[in-house]
Nanobody, 123 residues
Framework: QVQLVESGGGLVQPGGSLRLSCAAS????????MGWFRQAPGKEREFVAS????????YYADSAKGRFTISRDNAKNTVYLQMNSLKPEDTAVYYC????????????????WGQGTQVTVSS
């Protein structure tokens, strides 16, 4: 069983950058497609980005395209989300998730979740 721990959140000014990390325990990390989701107060959890098991394909929400980059390092059991040109509307708790199979934009597909990391974009 993989356990996920996110880090890298914080307070950043509009236009700034953050890199989120999600470290996975266990030796089967490469068996999982990974996704990043976010949830703002009073809103549903929404898809941000996902990546296949070996990183050959990535997928993004329209809101993330051109600004965010998902990547993974299977040797380090870690998936990343590089976020550039951040906007106030990116403020949310960001979660990484693992799916034993293909990546998906539907959060209900993912069976493993981290505890989340807060990202606040404000001047």
């Amino acid at each position: 069983q993989v356990q996920l721990v996110e880090s890298g959140g914080g307070l950043v000014q509009p236009g700034g950058s953050l890199r989120l990390s999600c470290a996975a325990s266990g030796r089967t990390f490469s068996s999982y497609a990974m996704g990043w989701f976010r949830q703002a107060p009073g809103k549903e959890r929404e898809f941000v980005a996902s990546i296949t098991r070996f990183g050959s394909s990535t997928y993004y929400a329209d809101s993330a395209k051109g600004r965010f980059t998902i990547s993974r390092d299977n040797a380090k059991n870690t998936v990343y989300l590089q976020m550039n040109s951040l906007k106030p509307e990116d403020t949310a708790v960001y979660y990484c998730a693992a799916n034993f199979g293909l990546p998906d934009s539907d959060y209900r597909v993912y069976g493993l979740w981290g505890q989340g990391t807060q990202v606040t974009v404000s001047s």
